[in-house]
């Protein structure tokens, strides 16, 4: 179980994909304007990028490796990253209309997010077990969603305050993110 713990935790803050690896950047950018639709976008990221990992990780393991299918492994992940979240989408539509809303167009291209893609491609890379595996897909949604979390309420905060003209915007939004990978490299030792 510490195992398990200090997977997550590795993954969530020290080896977070979107600070160390710049990945999901996009998205965070666009969706952290708003709280609300940061919160969604992390509940969204919460759900289903564990799922996502998981089943590619089982498909690489338990399909493709097998078969010395590996050459398949890209047309495998492309299949399951295109269905899976336009079915979420569909799902949220049908039961959270209000969500579904605020997120808007970027919710059936959250399987072509770079994050989800290379939380996979990672994920088999460096698992060496299911239990690993597990840790590895909940400590990046969870490290995902802690720093759009953060970003969105660090940037609700910024438009209050007053702020140099070069500095507005997007300038104060990537050095806002710097910061925020600077802080986590304090935590490489854990990982």
Known sequence: MTTLFSTILAAALAQNLLLDGLLGLCPALALSRRHDVAAGMA???????PILIL???????GVLRPLGAESLTLI???????TLPVAAATLLARFRPGLQALLGAYLPFFG????VLGGVLLTTVRAESLI???GLAL???AGYAIVLLMLSALRERLA???VPAAMRGGAA???TLGLLALALMGLRGIG
């Open 112 to 115: 072509f997010n770079c994050l």
């Open 173 to 175: 939004t990537l050095v």
């Open 160 to 162: 209050l305050t007053p």
């Open 76 to 82: 495998a992940w492309a299949l399951l990253l295109t």
């Open 55 to 61: 089943l590619g990780y089982a498909i690489q393991v």
């Open 132 to 134: 690993q595996a597990v």
């Open 139 to 141: 400590g990046t949604a």
């Open 43 to 49: 509940l969204l990221t919460l759900t289903a990028l």
